[in-house]
């Protein structure tokens, strides 16, 4: 059964910090692209950062450059997005998302919301 689980959101200020946690299980990690998304209230979902399976390559939105870090341990199985600088517009339902064309195959996790506000 596969399962991807967001955790670590939650409410923090304008400025602040925190570091969002994706743990996989029922499929080949290694082998997925993994891929950060968000939806800010009322608005569409929008890609966040994305890092190849190996972990050599990262890509970043323009809205969070400099301010966001992708990043995945294989071993755990899990992605991480650190998050630093927080601006009232990153307030948005994080959700991490598992994809491999090899396969035409792609999961989603459930979400975890990140409020920042003062």
């Known amino acids: 059964q596969v399962q991807l689980v967001e955790s670590g959101g939650g409410l923090v200020q304008p400025g602040g910090s925190l570091r969002l946690s994706c743990a996989a299980s029922?499929?080949?990690?290694?082998?997925?692209?993994m891929r950060w998304y968000r939806q800010p209230p009322g608005k569409e979902r929008e890609l966040v950062a994305f890092?190849?399976?190996?972990?050599?390559?990262?890509n970043y939105a323009d809205s969070v450059k400099g301010r966001f870090t992708i990043s995945r341990d294989n071993a755990k199985n899990t992605v991480y997005l650190q998050m630093n600088s927080l601006k009232p517009e990153d307030t948005a339902v994080y959700s991490c998302?598992?994809?491999?064309?090899?396969?035409?195959?792609?999961?989603w996790g459930q979400g975890t919301q990140v409020t920042v506000s003062s």
């Open positions: 890092i190849t399976g190996a972990g050599a390559s990262t």
């Open positions: 029922g499929f080949t990690f290694e082998r997925y692209t």
């Open positions: 998302n598992a994809y491999a064309a090899i396969f035409n195959r792609q999961y």
